[in-house]
């Protein structure tokens, strides 16, 4: 079954330092997403991606934070000068289609990277 | 303002027993979707399903049933003849029509004891 790939499964960083995280999305899909979970709380939405744009972003979601499909392949999440509370579980999903398109769609999430910012 | 809550933060079942998990939602669309995904310990999310605002039959997967009613803004998954395999994190979520976004409630750890 086709699946969402995530590197590095775990990253350990120290705070001010830049970090990008890595998803290979599912190969035909062409919305893609991030997430995030702080440890034993609720996963929460950062943005959306599609076109080679931002499609939606979440407030958490500031200047600190970007996204960029480098390649057909991968989707990045680079983290500017890392923060302590910046310390979660990411999530990155895709999906074949935009909530716009056919309602909702369907989010395929990887494994997810653990961030541990000291 | 669009809100989930899963009023359950943790549950404890022997196997074999039925377990349902409660989700209530808020939003002022008449359009919106609700899921459910898993967390197994391992930590990915799993999809389990997708309801639409207009489809309130409910739904039946092998021992999983989802129980959808529009009247009290509810959401709730039963797990029937529940498995030790079936030890989650449940997490309930709602997306309105035309937004990307999934709005997560804050999840159900489920332990299910031999």
């Known amino acids: 079954e086709p699946e969402v790939t995530q590197t590095p499964s775990h990253q350990v960083t120290q705070m001010g330092q830049e970090v990008i995280l890595r998803c290979v999305p599912i190969s035909n899909h062409l919305y893609f997403y991030w997430y995030r979970q702080i440890l034993g709380q609720k996963v929460e939405f950062l943005v959306s991606?599609?076109?080679?744009?931002?499609?939606?972003k979440s407030e958490i979601f500031d200047d600190q934070f970007s996204v960029e499909r480098p390649d057909g392949s991968n989707f990045t999440l680079k983290i500017r000068s890392t923060k302590l509370e910046d310390s979660a579980m990411y999530f990155c999903?895709?999906?074949?289609?935009?909530?716009?398109?056919?309602?909702?769609?369907?989010?395929?999430f990887g494994a997810g990277s653990r961030l541990t910012v000291l | 303002a669009q809100k989930v809550t899963q009023a359950q933060t943790e549950i404890s079942v022997v196997e074999k027993e039925d377990v349902t998990l409660d989700c209530v939602y808020e939003?002022?669309?008449?359009?919106?979707?609700l899921f459910w995904y898993k967390q197994p310990p391992s930590g990915e999310l799993v999809f389990l399903i997708r309801r639409n605002s207009f489809d309130e039959q409910n739904e039946i997967s092998g021992r999983y049933s989802w129980n959808f009613q529009k009247s009290t803004s509810s959401f709730n998954f039963t797990i029937t003849a529940s498995q030790v395999v079936d030890s989650a994190v449940y997490f309930c979520?709602?997306?309105?029509?035309?937004?990307?976004?999934?709005?997560f409630g804050t999840g159900t750890r489920l332990q299910v004891f031999p």
């Open positions: 939003t002022r669309d008449t359009t919106y979707y």
């Open positions: 999903a895709s999906s074949e289609v935009g909530a716009g398109i056919s309602g909702a769609n369907v989010l395929t």
């Open positions: 991606f599609y076109n080679n744009e931002i499609s939606e």
């Open positions: 979520a709602l997306s309105e029509a035309n937004t990307d976004k999934l709005i």
